[in-house]
Structure formats: structure tokens, C-alpha cells
T-cell receptor
Framework: ETGVTQSPTHLIKTRGQQVTLRCSSQSGHNTVSWYQQALGQGPQFIFQYYREEENGRGNFPPRFSGLQFPNYSSELNVNALELDDSALYLC????????????FGPGTRLTVT | RKEVEQDPGPFNVPEGATVAFNCTYSNSASQSFFWYRQDCRKEPKLLMSVYSSGNEDGRFTAQLNRASQYISLLIRDSKLSDSATYLCVVNFGWHSGGYQKVTFGTGTKLQVIP
């Protein structure tokens, strides 16, 4: 086990609603990255948090936002949900040191109807 | 051209066979490389980091070819339990935004047949 946890495991929302997903990073890791993985695709980088600040973002609109807390846990918030937001959302924990290996949580499967 | 490219497969191989996957990447300045394994509807799990000298872990061997910009994963004596999607991951190094840019391939699906 990686020690990275995510909640909830599954979620069903309606188009236009808002959702918050949570992630607890592995002990000793100060960086959390969030990914969206659609069926049949590789994970797509949403953004990364390091020491409570967003320090990198992929090609996702501003309605995707996040937070990192002093204990390095993190939240992903998505506003105005769209049908295409249905995906597996993965959180990855890492250290800024070394080769930058990332360890993933089990993911949250979001379905937007 | 995609930053990281993989053959999506599926690769259907009999038990005991040897199978190899390649992954090409676009940036010659890439810093580090990884193979992840992902089972259906589960999270990716780190299988191996890929070092310049190549590395081996049991039945799995990873190689890096910087000149041709690809990495490879070789699986010997395939087991039924090896059936999964194998994701190639490239760390392109520090991005101007102050983070290390990591890009995943779309994955290669392996099905080991009895």
C-alpha cells in the first residue's frame, strides 16, 4: 500500500453541481498532484500543490481548483460540473527530491449525469 | 507529435512468453522515466524506475535509449497475473511554472492467455 488515501471512492453528481474530492498524502511527501483519467486514456495532469501553493497546472479550466493544507493533504474542487467531467480522479503524492516518483491513491470515480 | 507515445495494444500473449513494450518521448532533455502498472478500474502502481544503465527486477527489465528517445519494458515468462495496462511516464524536468512536468502515455494493454 502507498499510504495515499482518497475520499470518496465513488460519487454521482448532476450537471451544474459542485464537487470536492479529498486526498491524504504519504508520510514525508510534501507534493500532491491531481490527475483526471477518462476511460481508455492515460492520466491527464490537472495541477500540483507544493507547500500549500499551486505551482503547476495542466490544460484545465479555472472551475477546477484546489487546496493543500499544512499537513500536505489536499482537496480538488470542481464547479459547474459537465458530463465530460465523468472520470477517475487520481491524487499522487511525491517528494520534490530525487527522481520524482509518484505514488497514487485509489482514486475517486466521478459520474456526472 | 504527442509528448509520450505508446502502442495501445492489446498484446495477447500465451503464458510463459516474453513480451516487450516501447514508449517514445519527444524531449531529449527529459530527466527521469518510469513504468507503472494499472489494473482495470484501479490506480496506477509504480512498477519500475528506468535508469540510464537499464535495470532489472525479477522477470521485468527496463531499458532507456536516450539517442533514439525511447524506453522499453521487457517481461519474461509472462504470468496470467501480468495482465494489465502498462503506462509509460516521463518526467520532463522543471517547467517554467516551477514544477516538475510529468506526462503519462495512454498505456499498453497486455492480456496473458492460459
Amino acid at each position: 500500500e502507498t499510504g495515499v488515501t482518497q475520499s470518496p471512492t465513488h460519487l454521482i453528481k448532476t450537471r451544474g453541481q459542485q464537487v470536492t474530492l479529498r486526498c491524504s498524502s504519504q508520510s514525508g511527501h510534501n507534493t500532491v498532484s491531481w490527475y483526471q483519467q477518462a476511460l481508455g486514456q492515460g492520466p491527464q495532469f490537472i495541477f500540483q500543490y507544493y507547500r500549500e501553493e499551486e505551482n503547476g497546472r495542466g490544460n484545465f479550466p479555472p472551475r477546477f481548483s484546489g487546496l493543500q493544507f499544512p499537513n500536505y493533504s489536499s482537496e480538488l474542487n470542481v464547479n459547474a460540473l459537465e458530463l465530460d467531467d465523468s472520470a477517475l480522479y487520481l491524487c499522487a503524492s511525491s517528494s520534490q527530491q530525487g527522481a520524482y516518483e509518484q505514488y497514487f491513491g485509489p482514486g475517486t470515480r466521478l459520474t456526472v449525469t | 507529435r504527442k509528448e509520450v507515445e505508446q502502442d495501445p495494444g492489446p498484446f495477447n500473449v500465451p503464458e510463459g512468453a516474453t513480451v516487450a513494450f516501447n514508449c517514445t518521448y519527444s524531449n531529449s532533455a527529459s530527466q527521469s522515466f518510469f513504468w507503472y502498472r494499472q489494473d482495470c478500474r484501479k490506480e496506477p502502481k509504480l512498477l519500475m524506475s528506468v535508469y540510464s544503465s537499464g535495470n532489472e527486477d525479477g522477470r521485468f527489465t527496463a531499458q532507456l535509449n536516450r539517442a533514439s528517445q525511447y524506453i522499453s519494458l521487457l517481461i519474461r515468462d509472462s504470468k496470467l497475473s501480468d495482465s494489465a495496462t502498462y503506462l509509460c511516464v516521463v518526467n520532463f524536468g522543471w517547467h517554467s511554472g516551477g514544477y516538475q512536468k510529468v506526462t503519462f502515455g495512454t498505456g499498453t494493454k497486455l492480456q496473458v492467455i492460459p
